[in-house]
């Protein structure tokens, strides 16, 4: 079974005091708005609709939590970043997205969708910046990397790598295309990693061991 087909919704969140207990090792889904993270949690899920894909950027402004079959939970964060959302919400939006991110001891990493087009945006770095202080790692997606050539998909891999070890040294990238289904075993071997699993497909390392649903990394 793949490390995330098979989600369901579990609740969603508006506030903070509304977030559930921590069930289990909880990896959440960020990105700006327009950069394809609903497409990227679909195809990583194998389910077109279990993320609500809008035409309009912004669309989501809760943080929607969805059970995976082994006990963790795939939390998908409101986009960031959409110039016409009135200040209060994206005030809201922002203090959400930075004391969750900050504080919640279940959180085991972060993953980041950023158009390859138009990568480490003034606030994809923001959001870097947030998590930092956390030391817990983060994973960039580089979604609709279908649109680039294959030197240019190179280059950019190359330059986002080059950016995020400026932050810390547990930031990786790889590219995604959620259209062309490319880079859902890379990603789902690296966030395997973080939950000590082991995806259908990949190679484990010798003498790695696996996490309990809920158990904390080291």
């Not at 919400?89 to 972060?110: K, P, V």
Request: hydrophobic share 40%; proline share 6%; with cysteine.
């Amino acid at each position: 079974m793949s490390l995330f087909r098979g989600a369901t919704f579990y609740i969603t969140a508006h506030r903070l005091a509304d977030l559930p207990p921590a069930l289990g090792p909880e990896i959440a889904f960020a990105g700006r708005s327009n950069a394809g993270k609903s497409s990227a949690i679909n195809a990583l899920v194998d389910h077109n609709r279990l993320a609500f894909v809008s035409k309009t950027p912004g669309r989501t402004q809760q943080i929607n939590f969805f059970s995976l079959p082994g006990g963790a939970f795939l939390v998908d964060l409101p986009g960031y970043g959409y110039a016409k959302v009135q200040r209060e919400l994206r005030a809201h939006w922002e203090q959400l997205l930075s004391t969750y991110l900050q504080t919640r001891a279940s959180l085991f990493g972060m993953v980041l969708i950023m158009d390859a087009r138009h990568p480490l945006t003034a606030l994809d770095c923001q959001m870097l910046n947030w998590f930092a202080i956390t030391g817990k790692p983060i994973h960039v997606l580089l979604s609709k990397s279908d649109k680039l050539s294959r030197q240019e998909g190179l280059k950019t891999l190359h330059a986002v790598r080059a950016g995020l070890r400026e932050y810390a040294d547990n930031y990786t990238a790889q590219l995604f295309s959620s259209l062309k289904k490319q880079g859902i075993e890379d990603a789902e071997e690296i966030i395997g990693n973080w939950l000590g699993v082991k995806p259908e497909g990949a190679k484990k390392a010798p003498g790695q061991r696996g996490l309990k649903p809920g158990a904390r990394t080291p």
